[in-house]
């Protein structure tokens, strides 16, 4: 009877569903799972001695030609490219340079991080603390190991698990893993980085420091009895052996991130969330062989920072990093979403279902936690008024992000694909409503203030006289409110008024000479503050204000088309002269309208009414007839000039 030939140092027959490799000195056939050699790393090994043979023949060698990220465009096509996480990667990416990462990133002590210095700083580059003193995070002491993780978490609790050199995942027991970590022969790099443990024993070890829990939006703001439980990605347990890789990310919903190393080292590769860098990554990403292109070569500037054992890195939302790990690690991360950069959340979650990402570390019900937030916010526009105070800008700006992706994810041929993460109980369309009404209640309120804040500045520095030095006034501050005509009648001084001026000023011509009881002498801010003195008990001459208004229409640029008409009276009963009439200031000084003598409403103007120059915001705007208008085409009470 034939004898059946065995190979390998196991001595079995062959089997057809085992991968195997020729020892290139004697001829023999091994099985890869035997001799160490998976089946992905054959095609770059050039020479192979099995172990026997190694003794006398020295060890395998790979095939020298190799491209570091991509195909060159000379490079043959038998020539494969290297995969990120390979063992020829990690050498290759180990011998680089890269600009260091303190041109980018913040260094600052844990007591400084406060709410006060995120929202005066913002938070849109990495911020390093070197001690964990002041910061609030509670972390094991250094003496807790891999295996207190598997006793207090559980060992058959089911891990994903990265295989760095195929950079593939796969499921085993925690148990596994920490077998294969303690293991002397490691013959893959495995990677744990997605291990949440919030809801096991080991939490009661570790807490996210204090701004995290302050900043975040499902900390603060998701319901304790919402049917949705909240999203489990505030405590992370990361494992990682020796040259652990993980490629270039962006993390899921644009949620920022902290990092603190326990024990070991951990190298990360910092990418600027800059629009041109975001959209290559998103180019990258839906390559089919991005997997073999480094993605740092394609953009201008990738940094390089060393997160040291003891240290917490904080890396802001939309970034776009990759890290290695050179030694073995324990490190523990979170995830949060936060109001200082929703529009960048917003963006990377927009890319993110766009690429269609199965991301490990998923942001479980980002929309959800958006609902909420928008929820919030509407109840701190509703108190901010009732109390009378502003709510900073960059939570209106927030506000009016989220209000565009709840319009977007509400309409009829997008409600199907989002409607799974409305809360329940919630009525969207209201909300949206509501959430638009306030944030214009608040975008008037914060106009109103800031001319406010113009005029007590104008009426300490400028008067009348000055006028020709001072800078053309923006938009905003050309348009007196309410509240700033009333607070200028208070003062009972027509000196602070400040009349609108148009944005281009010629040298015009000499103006009459006022009274020598007004005029000024070039004197800054001495000379002026003279001008905040009590309004004399006599009236003062209504020639000056006639004449002082004719001195500001003959400043006006004439228009490309046609020419600005003769100086007629008309009833112009909705220019900014009746307007200013109605709030009583004339009435309150004692004096008609400045445009003209007094009618029987006040409200006449010296300019044909389609050649009427002082519109809501002072700039002048060409009428279809020829002539000019204010340049919004309205009156200081929103009626439309003729």
Known sequence: ???????????????????????????????????????????????????????????STLKKKRTW????????????????????????????????AEDVVARVPGSQLTLGYMEEHGFTEPILVPKKDGLGLAVPAPTFYVSDVENYVGPERSVDVT???KQKDCKMKLKEFVDYYYSTNRKRVLNLTNLEFSDTRMSSFVEPPDIV????WVENYWPDDALLAKPKVTKYCLICVKDSYTDFHIDSGGASAWYHVLKGEKIFYLIKPASANISLYERWQSASNHSEMFFADQVDKCYKCTLKQGQTLFIPSGWIYATLTPVDCLA?????????????QMRAYEVERRLKLGSLTQFPNFETACWYMGKHL???????HKSGKQLPPHLVQGAKILNGAFRSWTKKQALAEHEDELPEHFKPSQLIKDLAKEIRLSENASKASRPEVTAAVSSDEVCFGDREKEEPPSPIEASPPRSFLEKVSKKKTPKTVKMPKPSKVPKPPKPPKPPKSLKLKDGGKKKGKKCRGPASPTIPNLDLLEAHTKEALTKIEPPKKGKVGSLTLCTCSQCVCRHLWELGLWVVLGLPCPCARLRAVGGTHMMKAAECVWGQDGTVGEAPDGGQWGGRNRASDGARLP
């Open 69 to 100: 990220h991509k195909h060159s465009p000379g490079q043959t096509p038998d020539v494969k490219p290297v995969q990120n996480g390979s063992q020829l990667f990690i050498k290759e990416l180990r011998s680089r340079t890269f600009p260091s």
């Open 213 to 216: 829990k302050k900043l975040s």
């Open 332 to 344: 523990f991360a979170g995830h949060f979403l936060h109001s200082l950069s929703v529009e960048m």
């Open 378 to 384: 509407l109840e701190a526009f509703k108190g901010s």
């Open 163 to 165: 295989d760095v050199t």
């Open 1 to 59: 009877m034939a004898t059946v030939p065995v190979y390998c140092v196991c001595r079995l027959p062959y089997d057809v569903t085992r991968f195997m490799i020729e020892c290139d000195a004697c001829k023999d056939w091994f099985h890869g799972s035997c001799v160490g050699v998976e089946e992905e790393e054959a095609p770059d090994i050039d020479i192979y001695h099995c172990p026997n043979c190694e003794k006398t023949h020295g060890k």
